[in-house]
């Protein structure tokens, strides 16, 4: 674990521009959700940002387990799923009049539902680590799914759970009916959560968490229990999963087993490892795409999750740190002002890999038509007319595709090897200041 040392000696203006930077980051932050909905108006781009929301709290929550505290998790819907459930049954108990419990609150319904479980399954979860660990959360997801469906009492069956946001009385004309409404809730939700969770990477627990991650037997050896940290940790992530879980509920009004199911814990593993575990907010990155995949890409074409599954193979292969690392690779060559230099390989990198898959794509797309027994063979793609069933078009796309990878392997060797000069300049430089300095 890297430790940043301050001594007397540091000058003095540092503090307030870190203050200034952050204070800049978390305004453009809150002033981004303020201002969406009047940027993308419609109904559905309203819907898109409030799933936007959830899906931030959700995957920033699994993040403090996998890269905060490397523990690959496979059951995180377990936490985010209860945590729904719960929030619906509070929302249904508030219509019936059993509950008085304002509707603002039941996400805070279910982060305590999640925080119980974290609690519940935590603490024999996290006796182990590594792939006994993920191993342990996968049965758990499974055995939690089960149920689900023998269950019906408090899971609804197959069927699931409905409910209905507008209860009581609107307040100050607010009563979460119209969508703007419920979206400017789940936003305040998202702020302060990704505050608190960020918060928790700064304090004692979060960098021993970190410190965990990278050398549990040198954490036991200086006085600490790894697996009470892992299971404090664990516990955290399941609070802020279950809010995630209870603003789900008040978007759908409809919970059902595929809320606790393993395609959903796969998301949030696939989608944070995309965006970057390894940058806080790379988490936010991968949500983003998530709501993007899931409603819009889901829609463009039936070979959706066969994209994201080559998507994610091409970045394990190339950029495993996800993409939050390629822009801080890029943000710190052009701090020291010498992005012009590997500008024009990252752009031929960049219109290659859109080649390429333009390619794949087309190819893909024409397999999906023939092996679904489409009536007309005509395939619609990115404005083109393609005929599955035409010779010419599968060489055409396959000569495209090869065309596109042969000069994406160049020109990311070129990039390569520009970026790793210029790296190389920048590490010569600040060695030359810190020689100075001292």
């Avoid at 403090?64 to 985010?80: C, E, N, P, R």
Wanted: hydrophobic fraction near 55%.
């Amino acid at each position: 674990m890297n430790a940043v040392t301050m001594t007397s000696a540091s000058p003095a203006p540092a503090p307030a521009r870190l203050n200034t930077q952050r204070l800049l980051t978390w305004g453009g932050f809150a002033l981004m959700l303020l201002l969406a909905p009047l940027i993308f108006s419609g109904n559905l781009a309203v819907t898109m940002l409030a799933q936007m929301g959830i899906a931030i709290i959700a995957c920033l929550s699994y993040n403090i387990l996998l890269g905060q505290g490397g523990m690959l998790s496979f059951g995180h819907a377990v936490y985010t799923g209860l945590g729904a459930y719960a929030a619906i049954h509070a929302l249904n108990a508030v219509s019936e009049g059993r509950l008085q419990l304002p509707v603002s609150l039941l996400p805070l319904v279910g982060g305590v539902a999640g925080l119980f479980f974290a609690v519940l399954l935590g603490y024999v979860t996290t006796k182990k680590s590594g792939t006994t660990f993920a191993m342990i959360t996968l049965g758990i997801a499974e055995l939690v799914f089960a149920m689900s469906l023998m269950v019906p009492e408090f899971f609804g069956g197959e069927a699931g759970i409905s409910g209905n946001r507008v209860v009581g009385d609107p307040v100050m004309g607010i009563s979460f009916g119209p969508a703007r409404q419920l979206y400017y809730l789940i936003a305040i939700y998202t702020f302060v959560c990704v505050a608190l969770m960020y918060a928790f990477t700064q304090t004692p627990l979060g960098r021993i968490l970190n410190a965990v991650r990278d050398n549990p037997e040198r954490v036991e050896f200086i006085g600490y229990s790894a697996q009470r940290v892992r299971y404090y940790a664990f516990i955290i992530a399941g609070f802020f999963a279950g809010i995630s879980g209870g603003l789900a509920a008040l978007q759908f009004e409809l919970v059902t087993a595929e809320v606790v199911g393993a395609a959903r814990s796969g998301g949030y593993l696939l989608f944070t490892f995309l965006g970057g575990a390894t940058f806080f907010f790379g988490p936010i990155i991968g949500a983003v795409l998530m709501v993007f995949a899931f409603i819009m890409l889901s829609e463009l074409t039936k070979a959706w999750l066969l994209y994201l599954g080559l998507i994610f193979v091409f970045m394990v292969m190339y950029a495993p740190g996800g993409i939050a690392s390629l822009i801080m690779m890029n943000v710190r060559v052009a701090k020291f002002g010498k992005f012009g230099r590997i500008a024009p390989s990252l752009a031929a990198v960049i219109l290659a890999a859109i080649v390429a898959l333009a390619g794949a794509g087309a190819l893909i797309e024409m397999i999906y038509n023939l092996q679904l027994g489409a009536m007309s063979d005509d395939v619609k793609f990115f404005g083109l007319t393609l005929h599955a069933k035409a010779a010419s078009y599968w060489i055409g796309s396959g000569a495209v595709f090869a065309v596109g990878v042969a000069v994406l392997e160049v020109a990311r060797r070129r990039y390569a090897a520009a970026w790793g000069a210029v790296n190389g300049e920048i590490e010569q430089a600040v060695q030359r200041a810190q020689g100075e300095a001292a």
